[in-house]
Structure formats: C-alpha cells, structure tokens
C-alpha cells in the first residue's frame, strides 16, 4: 500500500457536507472506527470509560 498525501487539513473547511461524504464514500480507510451511533450520541473511535457510560445508561 502507498502513502498517499490527500491533503484533507486544507481541502476539508473548504468544502460543502455532501462533498465531505462522497469522499469519505471512496475510501473507508477514513473513517475511524468504531463508530457507535445510538439516538444523540454517536462516539468515534474506542476509548473504553466512554463506551461503558454510553451503553450502561
């Protein structure tokens, strides 16, 4: 696999929501997962305290 520079920190303010996800649409390696979406919350990434007090409620 190559390393490829997308240079998201400078493209991304710049664009419009839908453009955001269509990008994110190409290429899964974006997105950082876990993803948990339940109601109003929605965490990203695992960080376990967090993931605990969101399913135990």
Do not use: C, H, N
């Amino acid at each position: 696999m190559l390393y490829r520079d997308l240079k998201l920190a400078e493209r991304l303010p710049g664009m419009s929501e839908e453009e955001q996800l269509a990008l994110l649409a190409t290429d899964g390696m974006l997105v950082k997962r876990p993803i948990l979406v339940d109601g109003d919350t929605v965490l990203v990434g695992f960080r376990q305290a967090e993931w605990e007090a969101a399913l135990l409620r």
